[in-house]
Structure formats: structure tokens, C-alpha cells
């Protein structure tokens, strides 16, 4: 009898045992050091490409090496504020915060203080490809601005186009609660059109253009071309549908290569992209929830029900390098599986199979040839975006793009699809490589490009939370 009993006991603590060791050794493997390095985490993934010892360089000494006075001086001062009905955050006592403007080969010296953000901030210059010291992301690039001390950004805009700024320190909650502003970069030589901006952003889950809840207002003759702005702040993605015919000027600051007239389609932006449009007034420029009127139009416009595919939209044109001489090829796959994730049990984001910190390193040199094929089997949309560098689209799911040279930093990838983007290594240091539906971010949809030498003297964790 006492014999069963026990024989069942023991029986029941090795099944025990059996079931809990490799639970404790997961939840073990899971956890986060303290505070740690980007650039040692996980492991280096070099793309088929030589490993090289690269020049040993800090992300310190990675600045502008531009030395002259500024053309453009904006000073922004952060605070934790009220506003739009939500605890939120505000620069220069406002969100969104200043429209930085400048000209195409301007230096642009941004001086960002803290007066009262309690986590620190930072600011990330999205979809301009900065010096990795100018690239605000807190523990990778520099160490978060504290509550009464200031940090200086200092970089060219060689490229004219739509772009937006935002903290980059516990980004995911700062973003949502407005540290954030566009920035638009005119051609060397101004065009003589007229233009509007639309930046959408959703405070506590209302919907706003350039910080009003209403439909915003611009004055424009009848017949007048006028260049929208659109630039998506939010996780998700937006659709925006102009009424009567238009053209996709620009992608995420770069311009469509002979861009068609497009009729009854919306266009779906990425969450942190841009698209810039040619509307004729009088229009309404929907933003699925508030509106950009131009001129007199009046009513509002039902979405279409087909969407442009930039896939096939606009000419082709050189691109300037040859990926089919690509040096590196990686895979950044994107899964979801149950684990967990420093220490905390939960359905994760993976990347290759690993969850993160256990992330890929995607290591270049400089002057490789990158292509990266991208595919999501995780049951999210995911939008991704890799600092520094803009990437043009091959194919989606194996169909090869015909259209416009389609240039991007911020690339809704769909559930079950798969993208091959090629882009030159031309940016020294380490790079973040992440979703930009920041929460997903936050829970380890993450990971970096790293040119081989470069190391960080920031550390992650303790005062530095990127995401
Ligand atoms: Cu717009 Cu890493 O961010
Ligand atoms: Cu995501």
C-alpha cells in the first residue's frame, strides 16, 4: 500500500520535474541583463558576406562632419503635458510639436531639452538618414535626455521630402502620448506650387490632422495644384483617399518616378510613412476619421474599395546600384510563438526562430550590397523600418516590382507576405531594425544592423528604454 503510494509520488515529482526543468530553463534563457549593449546581443548573422574585422570605431564618433553655422536652429523643449484630453507630452508646449522646415543641403542644429519628461527623451530624425550619433535612439546612440539637460542634434538633409521626428525613448508610450512633430525638407530649388501638410496622429484613441480633431482648412483656388503632405504617426496604418483624380508624388521622401493619375483608390500608408499627393482644389483629402479640405470642396468622400499598389505604380528609373551583385542576403522572419520574454510568460514576437534578445545581428561592412528578404508568418501586420538607410522594394511575394523605383523606410509587411528589398550599407553603425506598431516594438520586435567595428559606449536598460 505505502509502497504504491510512494512509487505514485515519485512518479508524480519526476513528471513534475519533466514538465517544469525545461519551463525554468526557457524562462531562465528569457531573461534581460540589467543593462546591456545593442550591439552584443544576440548573434551576428553576416549574410553569406566575409566576417571582417572592420575599422573599430565609436557610434560617438559617428557625427556630421559638416563645420559650419547652421542654416536652420530650432530649439524644442519637452514636457509632460496636458493636452488633447490625454496625460500626454508636449514640445515647445504643443503636439504636435514645431514643423521643422529647411532646404535640401541645409544643416539642421536642433537643440532638444528636457524641462520635464520623467523617463529622459530623445529625439529620432524618422525616414532621415543621419549619422548614427544624431539618430536619438536612447541606449544605442546616446544615453536619454534627463529631466534639466539638453542634448544638440546636428545633420545635413540631402534629401528633400516628408519626414517626422519623435522620441525614441520608451517610445512606445512617448509617441501615443505626442513627442512628436513633422519635418519637411523643400527642394534646393523651391517649387513654385503650393502645399499643405496632414500629419495624423490619434490621442487617446482620437483622431486628429496636424493637431485638430476637426477637418483643417486650406485655402486654394479652384483648378490650383496643391502638394498634401500626409504622414502617418499612429501604429496603424491610415488610408487616405483624395476625391477626384490624383497622383503619389512621393514615398516616404522620395519621389514616384513618373507617377500616373489614380482614380477611385485609396492609399494605404504605413505606419511611420509618408506619402505626398497632387490634388487639384476643390478636394477632400479623407484620413479615414478627419479630413484636409482644400479650397471649397464640401461633403465627404466614401473610401474606395481598391487601394494602389505601389508594386506597379509609376516607371521604372535606375536605382544606382546593382542588386543582383548583392554581397550580404538575410532573412528577417517574423513569428509569434508562446515563451518568454524577460521572464514574463506570453505569446512573443520572433525573429528567425528566436525570440527576442536573442535576436540576429545582421552585420554588414561598409559598401556591401544588402538584400534582405522580410516575411511575416506571425498573424500581425507588421511595419517595418530600418534606420539610416532606405530600402527598395524587389518583390512581394515573389512578384518582381515594375512600377516606380519604390524606395522606403517604413514597409507594411502583411501577414503571409514576404518582401525582398535590396539598399546599400553607405551608414556606418549600429541600427535599429524594428516594427514601428511601437508595442509590438516593446515586446521584442526588434533587432539591428551593425557595421562590423562600430561598438557603443550607451548601454540599454537602467536609464534607457529605446522602445
Ligand atoms: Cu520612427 Cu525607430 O522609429
Ligand atoms: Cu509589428
Given amino acids: 500500500m505505502t509502497l504504491v503510494r510512494h512509487r505514485r509520488a515519485l512518479v508524480a515529482s519526476v513528471a513534475t520535474l519533466v514538465v517544469l526543468a525545461p519551463l525554468v530553463w526557457f524562462w531562465q534563457a528569457s531573461l534581460i541583463p540589467g543593462s546591456y549593449q545593442a550591439s552584443s546581443l544576440g548573434y551576428h548573422d553576416y549574410g553569406g558576406g566575409p566576417r571582417l574585422p572592420g575599422t573599430t570605431r565609436s557610434v560617438a564618433s559617428l557625427t556630421e562632419q559638416v563645420h559650419r553655422t547652421p542654416d536652420v536652429r530650432v530649439t524644442l523643449t519637452a514636457r509632460r503635458e496636458r493636452g488633447h484630453g490625454i496625460d500626454g507630452y508636449t514640445l515647445n508646449h504643443r503636439s504636435p510639436g514645431p514643423t521643422i522646415r529647411a532646404r535640401q543641403g541645409q544643416l539642421v542644429e536642433v537643440r532638444l531639452v528636457n524641462a520635464s519628461v520623467p523617463d529622459g527623451v530623445t529625439l529620432h530624425w524618422h525616414g532621415v538618414d543621419v549619422p548614427n550619433a544624431e539618430d536619438g535612439v536612447a541606449g544605442v546612440t546616446q544615453d536619454a535626455v534627463r529631466r534639466g539637460h539638453d542634448f544638440t542634434y546636428r545633420f545635413v538633409v540631402r534629401h528633400a521630402g516628408t519626414y517626422w521626428y519623435h522620441s525614441h525613448q520608451v517610445s512606445h508610450e512617448q509617441v501615443a502620448g505626442g513627442l512628436l512633430g513633422a519635418l519637411v525638407v523643400e527642394p534646393a530649388v523651391a517649387s513654385p506650387g503650393r502645399e499643405a501638410l496632414a500629419l495624423v496622429h490619434d490621442y487617446g484613441g482620437r483622431r486628429t490632422v496636424d493637431g485638430a480633431a476637426a477637418d483643417r482648412r486650406v485655402d486654394a483656388p479652384a483648378g490650383a495644384h496643391v502638394r498634401v503632405r500626409v504622414v502617418n504617426t499612429n501604429n496603424g496604418q491610415l488610408a487616405t483617399w483624395p476625391t477626384g483624380p490624383y497622383r503619389v508624388l512621393a514615398v516616404d521622401g522620395h519621389d514616384v518616378h513618373e507617377p500616373g493619375v489614380v482614380r477611385d483608390r485609396s492609399v494605404i500608408v504605413a505606419a511611420g510613412g509618408r506619402v505626398d499627393l497632387d490634388v487639384t482644389a476643390p478636394a477632400r483629402v479623407e484620413l479615414s476619421g478627419v479630413a484636409l479640405v482644400v479650397g471649397s470642396a464640401t461633403g465627404d468622400a466614401r473610401r474606395p474599395t481598391r487601394t494602389l499598389d505601389l508594386l ?13 551583385t548583392a554581397t550580404r542576403h538575410f532573412t528577417y522572419s517574423i513569428g509569434r510563438r508562446p515563451g518568454f520574454l524577460g521572464g514574463r510568460p506570453g505569446l512573443w514576437w520572433t525573429i528567425n526562430g528566436h525570440p527576442y534578445p536573442d535576436v540576429p545581428m545582421f552585420t554588414v561592412d561598409t559598401g556591401d550590397v544588402v538584400v534582405m528578404r522580410i516575411d511575416n508568418h506571425s498573424g500581425s501586420v507588421h511595419p517595418m523600418h530600418l534606420h539610416g538607410h532606405h530600402v527598395v522594394v524587389l518583390r512581394r511575394n515573389d512578384i518582381r516590382a515594375t512600377g516606380s523605383p519604390w524606395w522606403t523606410d517604413s514597409l507594411t509587411v502583411a501577414n503571409n507576405d514576404t518582401y525582398d528589398v535590396a539598399f546599400v550599407a553607405d551608414n556606418p553603425g ?18 539591428h544592423l551593425m557595421y562590423e567595428g562600430v561598438t557603443e559606449p550607451y548601454r540599454i536598460g537602467s536609464r534607457n528604454h529605446p522602445e
Avoid: E, Q
Fill in 430 to 447: 549600429v541600427w535599429i531594425d524594428h516594427c514601428h506598431n511601437l508595442p509590438h516594438a516593446s515586446d521584442g520586435l526588434v533587432t
Fill in 312 to 324: 506597379r505604380y509609376g516607371t521604372p528609373a535606375p536605382i544606382g546600384f546593382d542588386p543582383a
